[in-house]
């Protein structure tokens, strides 16, 4: 499978990478394995998580980290690999698992989940450790300080952001270029063929806003990693099941999608990777025949 070099760093993933959010909960530990085995085998390089999405189906959040580090362990194929996780939005109190009490991105917070996913994922250094959601009470300069001192010591080799509002990427690049600290090299946002309603409750997770899309085109060394690219089975179906993407524009290219592809699934996917100069596009999967097809695919059109 063709690869892409993420922003200014020296890493190469695959267009199509793998996103783990359910692996050690919904996913079980052996269906887990059997598609990470399969992704490796057809080409796949790049396996994504977070120290918090295992919240969100009733674990802890360290679930996917853990299951993942069981397989690279047992695998022995971690320099084979492009591993990223996140930290950030775990919950501070596991009674109340929504984004009101998120950890933050203290140095505290930092240095101690950084250990702690490096522990889960059977690992020396993260490849790509991405900033989950933005932290407003803590000050930029501690935070990129802190990644920095880390990339220093071998625990991180590249830092990304994920649902930043453009003008706190420019700022984070100004400290960086300031104080000689590493930048982001890519950029993780929610992104599709279909494109959101101005009013939809997703800000500022979505490359909808035409100053961000602009942002990642003239701002060459970021690499847009997209999430939720086929919007949980849309283009399988000709009606817009999500209130935030019905719209009539919408509701004609989907038309139109249906109409000219055999496979838009496989097209949408292809679609993303070629967008913003190329990006990678993130499949979430619990089934390892839906994950043959989709690479597959990409890999006959690419």
Not at 34 to 52: C, H, K, P, S
Not at 200 to 205: D, G, L, M, N, V
């Amino acid at each position: 499978m063709k690869k892409v070099k993420m922003g200014h760093s020296s890493l190469e993933v695959s267009l199509l990478g793998l996103g783990a959010i359910n692996f050690g909960t919904t996913t079980d530990e052996a269906i887990a394995f059997e598609i990470m085995d399969r992704y490796v085998e057809l080409g796949g390089n790049f396996i994504d998580t977070a120290n918090n999405y295992a919240i969100w189906n009733g674990g802890d959040g360290s679930e996917s980290e853990k299951t993942i580090g069981k397989w690279l362990k047992q695998r022995q194929n971690r320099d084979k690999l492009i591993v990223s996780t996140k930290l950030g939005a775990l919950p501070k109190d596991m009674n109340k698992r929504d984004f009101s009490n998120m950890q933050g991105l203290s140095r505290k917070v930092i240095l101690e989940e950084v250990n702690k996913s490096l522990e889960y994922l059977n690992t020396d250094s993260i490849d790509i450790l991405y900033l989950h959601v933005d932290d407003y009470k803590t000050p930029q300069e501690e935070t990129l300080e802190t990644l920095d001192e880390l990339i220093k010591k071998g625990c991180i080799k590249e830092i990304g952001c994920s649902n930043f509002r453009t003008w706190r990427i420019e700022s984070a690049r100004q400290i960086c270029e300031k104080y000689g600290y590493r930048f982001f090299c890519s950029i993780q946002q929610r992104f599709s063929y279909l494109n959101p309603t101005i009013d939809a409750q997703f800000s500022p997770q979505v490359v909808y806003d035409q100053e961000l899309q602009s942002y990642i085109n003239w701002y060459k060394d970021l690499t847009l990693v997209a999430y939720s690219p086929l919007l949980g089975g849309q283009y399988n179906t000709t009606i817009i099941e999500n209130d935030a993407y019905r719209t009539y524009y919408n509701e004609q290219k989907l038309q139109k999608l249906l109409q000219e592809q055999n496979d838009p699934n496989a097209w949408v996917l292809n679609y993303i990777t070629k967008q913003h100069g190329g990006s990678v596009t993130l499949l979430t999967t619990s089934n390892v025949t839906h994950l043959e097809q989709m690479m597959k695919s990409i890999c006959c059109i690419l």
